[in-house]
């Protein structure tokens, strides 16, 4: 379960739900629990690709350091929980602490992900599709 993720949320942000807040260890802080979970994510990843595709290996090699990082957030989260996200990458090694490294990392609101999930899955009728192509064109 991710509810560390509550840990990084606005202050500004009143939750309805009566969910209680993690604890985390006095040896972890939030940019470490990041960071962590990041990294896990991103060997997951890699194994997954080495391991299902046909020369899986000499493909994630081909890669080098050219993998850019898309990370998601809640539609809420501002520059200060982004700022976190960024260091927790930096930390867990997925990209340099310079600027190079921070070009490589790039923020999606969730709800443009799920947007962006249901047109190229067809889960979209055509009709709305269009629609909602012409209104992301317009902003």
Known sequence: MTRFKLLLCPASIQTTEN???PTLPASKDIVSVYADF?????EQAQ???TITR???RVMWK???NDIDLVLSHPNSWGDSQKSVMRK???SAGLVEDAKAGQDKIQFVSEGEASLHYCIRSGHVADVIKASILMFIRRH
């Open 62 to 64: 081909s890669f080098g």
């Open 54 to 56: 046909a020369n899986g």
């Open 38 to 42: 990041y990294k896990y994510l991103f």
């Open 19 to 21: 969910i209680p807040l």
């Open 47 to 49: 194994a997954y690709i």
């Open 88 to 90: 927790a990458v930096v």
